[in-house]
């Protein structure tokens, strides 16, 4: 008895261990239609590796992160990201970063980074930042949200796929960098999402997602189409 309850006690700690080891990777990109065929493929999961033997220094290199960005926009923000789209070396590494500029009151508006958790470290300036959490398995409960003010060296954590903002309260430019876990993140920008998307999302939708009046959903929609215009 001794000897099969032995048995059975290693099937199961085995079988829990492939269980726990048998997924897939992460995505990196926002999706991956298959094809049956290798030669009808025009983009992977990643990208296709460059031959080792004509891999050079000048493929782990990028400069250009001690440039300001132009934050003439509407947000009084910008983003100069270094992923893989940037930084070939990144490839299959699962890191990247970017720098982040902010106009006296601008703001780097609610998004998500689908695929990583950035870690942001704030080197000049005074900002407001904070994400949301998910929705809770109680509907009696509400989305909690976590915010701190930062100072220049003060890191703050977002974690993947949550809903996220930095807001420059002082009246002087700010400037942060961030770590992501992904050589390509993504960034879902929430707003831009809503109510630019190409085509439209059905306005009735939106009023009644939001419970305002649908006049309201056609105005911000004029908004965000007019910004392409």
Same mark, same amino acid.
């Given at each position: ?21 048998? !997924? ?12 049956? =065929? ?6 992977? %999961? ?6 080792? %033997? ?22 009084? !923000? ?17 890191? !990247?970063?970017?720098?982040? $500029? ?51 060296? =003060? ?23 961030? !770590? ?23 306005? $009735? ?25």
């Amino acid at each position: 008895m001794k000897m099969e309850f032995g048995l059975c006690t290693s099937f199961l700690v085995l079988s829990w261990a492939l269980v726990a080891y048998a !997924s897939d990777p992460s995505q990196l990109q926002d999706f991956c239609v298959a094809v049956p =065929d290798a030669q009808s493929a025009v983009f992977v %999961n990643g990208k296709f590796c460059k031959n080792p %033997n004509m891999v050079v220094a000048e493929d782990f290199l990028f400069k250009g992160l001690n440039k300001v960005g132009n934050t003439s926009n509407a947000v009084g !923000s910008v983003v100069t990201p270094v992923n893989v789209n940037q930084l070939a070396g990144l490839n299959t590494l699962g890191v !990247s970063m970017a720098r982040l $500029d902010f106009a006296p009151y601008g703001i780097n508006p609610p998004h998500t980074h689908p695929r990583a958790t950035e870690a942001f470290l704030l080197v000049e300036g005074t900002l407001y930042v904070g994400f949301v959490t998910s929705n809770p398995a109680d509907p009696n409960q509400r989305n909690k949200l976590f915010t701190k003010y930062l100072n220049p060296g =003060d890191v703050f954590v977002f974690p993947q796929g949550l809903i996220h903002f930095q807001f420059n309260v002082g009246k002087t430019k700010a400037v942060a960098f961030a !770590s992501f876990g992904s050589q390509n993140p993504g960034t879902i920008t929430i707003a831009n999402a809503v109510f630019g998307s190409d085509p439209k999302i059905n306005p $009735d939708v939106l009023a009644r997602a939001f419970q305002v009046e649908k006049n309201i959903i056609d105005y911000l929609q004029a908004q965000f189409w007019s910004n392409y215009n």
